[in-house]
């Protein structure tokens, strides 16, 4: 298992952009594929991207064409750019790893698009 600790959260206006930072620490060599989720008030919380170590990615189709996700396996790091945000991307994000058969999650950072 590994632990999460996240950075680069704020308030931006309507059509700006952020970039989210996370950074792993422990056992990296066995993460599998890492993440961003978010959860807004009143919501479930919900995939935003993943990317597996082999590359492939996965992204909400909510947030497809705009956020874009990256990793550097070697360090254990992850990030989400964030590009064109709308006021319905304001939550609670949350960085996660997973591994076999465990999963970690960061504390959060939030985000907030308001103008």
């Known amino acids: 298992q590994v632990q999460l600790v996240e950075s680069g959260g704020g308030l931006v206006q309507p059509g700006g952009s952020l970039r989210l930072s996370c950074a792993a620490s422990?056992?990296?060599?066995?993460?599998?594929?890492m993440g961003w989720y978010r959860q807004a008030p009143g919501k479930q919380r919900e995939l935003v991207a993943l990317?597996?170590?082999?590359?492939?990615?996965n992204y909400a189709d909510s947030v497809k064409g705009r956020f874009t996700i990256s990793r550097d396996n070697a360090k254990g790091t992850v990030y989400l750019q964030m590009n064109s945000l709308k006021p319905e991307d304001t939550a609670v994000y949350y960085c996660?790893?997973?591994?076999?058969?465990?999963?970690?999650w960061g504390q959060g950072t939030q985000v907030t698009v308001s103008s």
């Open positions: 996660h790893a997973r591994g076999w058969p465990w999963e970690s």
């Open positions: 422990g056992s990296i060599f066995n993460i599998n594929a």
């Open positions: 990317k597996s170590n082999g590359g492939s990615t």
